[in-house]
T-cell receptor, first 115, second 113 residues
Framework: DGGITQSPKYLFRKEGQNVTLSCEQN?????MYWYRQDPGQGLRLIYY???????QKGDIAEGYSVSREKKESFPLTVTSAQKNPTAFYLC??????????????FGEGSRLTVL | GQNIDQPTEMTATEGAIVQINCTYQ??????LFWYQQHAGEAPTFLSY????GLEEKGRFSSFLSRSKGYSYLLLKELQMKDSASYLC??????????????FGKGTKLSVIP
């Protein structure tokens, strides 16, 4: 079945360590996104990518990095520079860019806890 | 910038009707989504409005008034499984000339027997 797969679902990290969250989609979607969700907060956009080898910063990109070497994959690295990384991370994709009324399809999320 | 406002929490009775409001202030508006999110799970798509009026889909309906910067999600014949957070999200034109989808903080709906 088509969909978006995020891994790992739960991840624990020590302070000062980088960690990479995986996001893979087999929907043949052009656009992919990373959001962060904190309790009582809406989803906040970290990075997005409209096409392969191109990506743009969202509202809270500091302390994060991404790559888009393949259409299917959009991994997110949470670096040690991110001051408050404990959160629920959601990856999403859409057929085309958001402006083309692309409905977002979400992965199941990755919950990162920094110890 | 933009502002999206939704009530933080609502409670309604099983079998009843509930209306969740969303107001927004934005430039370059290009549509509004409603998503449902159960605790600890991914959001799932409910509706999309780009023109004024009411879109009906089974027990759920969504309304948009662009001139008022206002939308609501109407849930009829409430069921216990409707207990979830409901997220309003607006497509707007960013300063960089591309579209972005920005979410409100969500409304946590509790359905009680």
């Amino acid at each position: 079945d088509g969909g978006i797969t995020q891994s790992p679902k739960y991840l624990f990290r020590k302070e000062g360590q980088n960690v990479t969250l995986s996001c893979e989609q087999n929907l043949n979607h052009d656009a992919m996104y990373w959001y962060r969700q904190d309790p009582g907060q809406g989803l906040r956009l970290i990075y997005y990518s409209q096409i392969v080898n191109d990506f743009q910063k969202g509202d809270i990109a500091e302390g994060y990095s991404v790559s888009r070497e393949k259409k299917e994959s959009f991994p997110l690295t949470v670096t040690s520079a991110q001051k408050n990384p404990t959160a629920f991370y959601l990856c999403a994709s859409s057929i085309a860019g958001v402006g083309n009324t692309g409905e977002l399809f979400f992965g199941e999320g990755s919950r990162l806890t920094v110890l | 910038g933009q502002n999206i406002d939704q009530p933080t929490e609502m409670t309604a009775t099983e079998g009843a009707i509930v209306q969740i409001n969303c107001t927004y202030q934005t430039s370059g508006f290009n549509g509004l989504f409603w998503y449902q999110q159960h605790a600890g799970e991914a959001p799932t798509f409910l509706s999309y409005n780009v023109l004024d009026g009411l879109e009906e889909k089974g027990r759920f309906s969504s309304f948009l008034s662009r001139s008022k910067g206002y939308s609501y999600l109407l849930l009829k014949e409430l069921q216990m499984k409707d207990s979830a957070s409901y997220l309003c999200a607006v497509i707007q034109l960013s300063g960089a000339g591309s579209y972005q989808l920005t979410f409100g903080k969500g409304t946590k709906l509790s359905v009680i027997p």
